[in-house]
């Protein structure tokens, strides 16, 4: 507070002195202070007020979300349950960490673990479950989601939008004609890998084309 104040009469007397000033070398002189002066004023920390303290909780409460994409899961013939490793979680008072469930959802929010707020959310569940039998445990650096099954059956994945992935990769290699099989193989690794497999399968795929313009191999394969 004290050093504001202080740059803030040294530029009330700098633009004193320059309102007196004739000379051109002094007057650029004087306005280059100022300037430095009126920036170092800027960035000077704003005062504290005594109410701050209760703003910096709320603003580190706040904090920065991330949303938590890498788990693990496994089942039992009673529950599902979804493994979410966070360092620290088990110190973190018991209320900063809540899952909200639904019949075919939840939502996991962990608040102000290391500055920084944690979700998850899976919607669209493969099958429904109990939203009063589901429940959480806090482990050592792990949370565990425990979704209680309706009806004890196996699930094949967690969410719906899984099995229909599943089901079209599994529906565009199940084809009678061997070779559109390999095509759409070799699309799909095309369209997933990088730049190195890109050129391997392009290369491939010339080469392919040159014996079959020269004949050593058949058309349609």
């Not at 633009?15 to 650029?28: A, I, M, N, S």
């Not at 939840?106 to 998850?120: P, Q, R």
């Not at 806090?138 to 967690?158: A, F, N, Q, S």
């Amino acid at each position: 507070m004290a050093a504001h104040q202080e740059l803030q009469k040294d530029l009330e007397e700098v633009k004193e002195l320059l309102t007196k000033t004739t000379r051109k070398r002094v007057r650029d002189v004087l306005t280059t202070e100022k300037h430095k002066l009126e920036i170092e004023i800027k960035n000077q920390p704003p005062p504290k007020l005594k109410g701050d303290a209760g703003e910096e909780e709320k603003s580190s409460l706040a904090g920065y979300t991330v949303k938590i994409n890498n788990y693990g899961w496994d089942q039992s013939d009673k529950f599902i349950k979804i493994y979410i490793s966070l360092n620290g979680v088990q110190k973190l008072p018991a209320e900063n960490v809540q899952v909200n469930f639904t019949e075919r959802s939840f939502d996991l929010l962990v608040k102000n673990l290391n500055g920084k707020n944690y979700t998850m959310t899976f919607n669209n569940l493969l099958k429904p479950i109990l939203v009063e039998g589901s429940s959480k445990k806090i482990k050592t650096d792990t949370v565990l989601v425990m979704c209680k099954k309706k009806r004890e059956e196996k699930w094949d994945c967690l969410t719906q939008v899984e099995k229909e992935s599943k089901e079209k990769e599994k529906a565009a290699y199940d084809t009678s004609d061997p070779s559109e099989g390999l095509m759409n193989l070799l699309k799909k690794m095309y369209a997933e890998g990088d730049d190195e497999m890109k050129r391997t399968i392009n290369k491939a795929w010339v080469e392919s084309r040159e014996k079959q313009s020269k004949g050593d191999i058949p058309m349609d394969i």
